[in-house]
């Protein structure tokens, strides 16, 4: 069977994707900080094997106590979805330099965090996949997101080189770049920051986001895309 963790697994891509894989046959465990909202994942996924793990990636006990819990479940991970990730509205003469210091510790240390905690048994087993959940926005800059697009961008430059390293152990890396998804995190990218002189190109991301919104991608879109690479 095989075993599959997800970070960020209460809601949107995540949840999906753990859902379809638990429903494909995996063995999955659903990552999430606060496992209180896992409820409703939990409640679709009654009839599969799947259950929720504490994690929180910007923490390094939090990671290093999943890693142990799912040892001492006699389980080794096979697939490492690192799909936790944050926004954040800005332009980059309105960043907030500790807020965005919060970004980049969840969307790229986060990452390498599970990285360092999952991969060394892939790594001796010769065999596993990790899959880096990035966006679109780590393709082409996007007005209005410099913090998280420079999260994306260093993500796919990492993963990139990720790849190029545990090729030759039998562990394939995947860079997953959805558009636009509607999902819930999307009502909540609102606002930006005040006073500000860009108030035009924070209006033009949100009327780019709004265009998403109508053309609803659903998260269920994504999920198959990782499953159709595994």
């Not at 949107?12 to 638990?22: E, H, M, P, V």
């Not at 390498?112 to 926005?137: D, E, L, Y």
């Amino acid at each position: 069977m095989t075993v599959t963790l997800i970070t960020g697994a209460n809601s949107g891509l995540g949840r999906a994707t753990a859902l379809l894989l638990a429903q494909k046959g995996h063995k999955v465990y659903a990552g999430m900080r606060n496992l209180e909202k896992g409820s409703k994942l939990l409640e679709l996924a009654k009839d599969c094997d799947l259950s929720a793990i504490q994690i929180d990636v910007t923490d390094d006990d939090s990671v290093l106590a999943c890693a142990n819990e799912i040892n001492e479940n006699g389980d080794s991970v096979d697939v490492l979805v690192n799909n936790a990730g944050v926004a954040l509205n800005s332009v980059t003469e309105d960043i907030d330099i500790e807020k965005a210091k919060e970004v980049m510790d969840v969307n790229v240390w986060g990452p390498v965090r599970c990285v360092k905690a999952f991969v060394p048994g892939m790594r001796t087993r010769g065999s596993g996949h990790v899959f880096q959940v990035s966006s679109i926005a780590g393709l082409i800059g996007h007005i209005g997101q410099t913090v998280y697009v420079g999260s994306k961008f260093a993500l796919e430059g990492m993963s990139e080189a990720l790849a190029q390293e545990l090729i030759g152990f039998g562990v394939r890396v995947h860079i997953v770049e959805p558009g636009v998804t509607r999902t819930a995190i999307l009502p909540k990218n609102e606002g930006n920051p005040q006073p500000t002189a860009y108030q035009d190109h924070y209006d033009r991301m949100f009327q780019f986001y709004s265009a998403g919104i109508a053309a609803s991608v659903q998260a269920e879109s994504v999920a198959e895309t990782i499953y159709g690479a595994l």
